[in-house]
């Protein structure tokens, strides 16, 4: 690699970014800096715009400019329904799908006892405090079919139904368009004992 110590901390930068190895990173700095300067510094100024001006809304945990975000304040959202993710990623393909109008928490991870992460460093004692509402009609389990996914939805699903709450998870099943032979059995399985 080129004898510069800016170059090599801007590959390790970009090296930290998920999926990203040390081959990608290299390309991808040596493309901005050789290619596309003008590209880099936007990149470097968005950047450091976001990490100065983006907070956890007070209410969901979500990303935001404000206090509060977007869909938290939307009066037209139903308040009986709080779908719970792991991710503002997730928050964001749920939207995207244009079928649900309720609210959201964003739990920004999962337990994982392996990794040292448990309730508390994911907002549970949050997440209890928002279903206190009396509102609330339902919350929505939407973390991610992983084990440490469905670990973090048995937890909450306890925590929440010893408060009298409907607790209901998202379903799981064979893709739509999908062939049956080409579906792993795990899903098959999981569809059949889900069937309705």
Do not use: W
């Amino acid at each position: 690699m080129a004898d510069t110590h800016a170059l090599a901390a801007l590959v390790q930068a970009l090296k930290g970014l998920p999926g990203v190895g040390i081959k990608s990173a290299q390309r991808m700095a040596f493309h901005l800096l050789q290619h596309d300067r003008q590209a880099a510094t936007t990149l470097a100024q968005a950047l450091s715009h976001a990490v100065a001006a983006v907070r956890h809304c007070s209410q969901c945990h979500t990303f935001t400019e404000h206090d509060i975000c977007d869909t938290c304040a939307d009066p037209q959202r139903d308040r009986g329904q709080l779908c719970v993710v792991e991710t503002p990623a997730d928050q964001s393909a749920i939207e995207r799908t244009g079928t649900y109008r309720g609210l959201y928490f964003v739990l920004m991870g999962k337990l994982s006892p392996l990794d040292g992460i448990g309730p508390n460093d994911i907002g549970l004692a949050r997440l209890r405090e928002r279903c206190s509402g009396p509102d609330l009609r339902e919350v929505i389990l939407a973390t991610n079919f992983t084990a440490e996914g469905e670990a973090t939805a048995h937890v909450i699903a306890e925590m929440l139904k010893a408060r009298g709450l409907k607790v209901t998870r998202l379903a799981r099943g064979v893709p739509a368009g999908s062939e049956l032979e080409y579906v792993d059995l795990g899903t098959i399985a999981h569809a059949l004992v889900d069937r309705r």
